[in-house]
């Protein structure tokens, strides 16, 4: 009966070292994965549809100011695109970022605006709009426009 307990319990202790190892390779293999682009844009849909379930916009903007290179300009892209049919929580969202670190948001975003070709579908989308982020988003606009016209 001794020996059965003792099995027991080693087998225990090993299916929990190899679950403690399945969870170590699996939190490896997400944190490799962290950057990929569709990783990122199926982070940014999770992240938009959330905001559209709870209207609470802190995880939406912290995703948007984490995310870089080549998927964080497709998340910006997706946040962009979902703006176009969201103009209110659009605004909400970029009114919300911290004020030092709105500029930079506002910039690479309206470089993707003009790097997509989206430019007549957000301005025609945001034509009657005046909030404050938005006239700063079409400045940073109108200022790439005008450098590529050199």
Do not use: H
Not at 10 to 35: P, R, S
Not at 56 to 78: H, I, K, M
């Amino acid at each position: 009966m001794k020996s059965i307990k003792i099995g027991i319990s080693l087998f225990c202790a090993l299916m929990l070292l190899c679950a403690t190892a399945v969870f170590v390779q699996a939190e490896y293999f997400v944190l490799e994965k962290k950057w990929s682009i569709q990783w990122c844009q199926e982070g940014t849909k999770l992240k938009l549809k959330k905001y559209d379930l709870t209207g609470r916009p802190e995880e939406l903007r912290t995703w948007l100011l984490t995310v870089d290179g080549a998927p964080g300009q497709e998340a910006a892209v997706l946040f962009l695109s979902w703006g176009l049919d969201n103009q209110n929580d659009f605004e909400f969202i970029l009114e919300g970022i911290d004020a030092k670190r709105r500029p930079a948001i506002i910039d690479f975003l309206a470089g993707m605006v003009i790097e997509r070709g989206m430019e007549d579908s957000f301005r025609a989308s945001f034509l009657d709009r005046s909030s404050p982020r938005v006239l700063d988003l079409f400045a940073a606009i109108n200022r790439y426009t005008d450098e590529a016209d050199y």
